[in-house]
């Protein structure tokens, strides 16, 4: 399992980014795949998950409304679109190869993760 994350940046409080994620070295389309976070002296959070085996989704209640997750099968890539960021929302973004998306949040992971891609919201 090959994990790559791109995307992150620097941005102003109320503005947007779009991560990426492309996957290789398993058969996407049996899985899911997970965005995780994690901020300096916080727990890691799963934040969303898409399933490509049977379209289940997930989102943490603290972006719900706010990010967008989707997938393209054909390239092997997950996508997290990130509006109306907050201060908060400041952490190292990995994704993550899951069986399957639980109602409360990510299944179990396998294979290794990406480097994870930095995201900082400026207040």
């Known amino acids: 399992v090959q994990l790559v994350e791109s995307g992150g940046g620097l941005v102003q409080a109320g503005g947007s980014l779009r991560l990426s994620c492309a996957a290789s070295g398993f058969t996407f389309d049996r899985y899911a795949i997970g965005w995780l976070r994690q901020a300096p002296g916080k727990e890691r959070e799963g934040v969303s998950c898409i399933s490509s085996s049977d379209g289940s989704l997930y989102y943490a209640d603290s972006v719900k409304g706010r990010f967008t997750i989707s997938s393209d099968n054909a390239k092997n890539t997950v996508y997290l679109q990130m509006n109306s960021l907050k201060p908060e929302d400041t952490a190292v973004y990995y994704c993550?190869?899951?069986?399957?998306?639980?109602?409360?949040?990510?299944?179990?992971?396998?294979?290794?993760w990406g480097q994870g891609t930095q995201v900082t919201v400026s207040s």
């Open positions: 993550a190869a899951t069986l399957y998306c639980r109602v409360h949040g990510l299944g179990p992971t396998f294979g290794s």
